[in-house]
């Protein structure tokens, strides 16, 4: 017979699956993270696992947008504090340097990341997708902000730069300094 937990077990245990989801998965990837190394880590049986997540998809999908939410939420921070180009800069500072923390976010054209993808449902898929929109907005509603170029325009070099970190191996010099200075630089061209 299972073993029931208490509310605060629970919390606990869902937390630190969420943890040890995030770790492997940026140690080993998707496919090489198991449910059975993540009970194992966590200290709970397989059948326990299936008490919190209904699949090892719906963790990842879990894992992925608390990710995506903890940043948006950071970053709305420092632009709402900083309410001028510099506020926008230091939030992409901050954004890549998660993304650095966290290669599953920008692997996305990984054979991994397309395996994942493949195995969610419709309604972790599009999660997924309104996470990702969220992110996008983040950069577009700027009351005391207006772009020197067009939204979408804008948006794409934004991403672009941040993208940046799939070459960070290959850069000559320090990567941080390099996207420092890019996004110190290029603020400059795409906002008033």
Not at 60 to 67: A, G
Not at 130 to 136: D, K, M, V, W, Y
């Amino acid at each position: 017979m299972a073993r029931s937990f208490s509310e605060r077990e629970k919390e606990t245990i869902k937390k630190n699956l969420l943890e040890a989801c995030k770790q492997n998965w940026t140690q080993y990837g998707y496919k090489k993270t198991s449910v059975d190394e993540l009970c194992r880590q966590v200290g709970i049986s397989k059948g326990a696992f299936y008490l919190f997540y209904e699949s090892k998809e719906s963790l990842f999908c879990q894992v992925l947008c608390s990710v995506q939410k903890q940043i948006y939420d950071a970053a709305s921070k420092v632009i709402e504090k900083h309410r001028n180009k510099q506020g926008v800069a230091a939030a992409l500072k901050l954004i890549y340097r998660e993304y650095d923390k966290n290669n599953f976010l920008y692997d996305s054209d990984s054979t991994d990341f397309t395996i994942l993808m493949n195995k969610l449902s419709e309604e972790q898929a599009n999660e997924i997708n309104a996470s990702n929109q969220l992110n996008r907005q983040l950069f577009l509603n700027h009351p005391s902000l207006k772009f020197k170029v067009d939204a979408d325009m804008a948006v794409s070099v934004i991403y672009s730069l941040i993208m940046n970190i799939k070459s960070k191996k290959i850069l000559p010099h320090d990567h941080m300094e390099t996207f420092d200075f890019m996004a110190d630089h290029l603020i400059n061209d795409l906002y008033e």
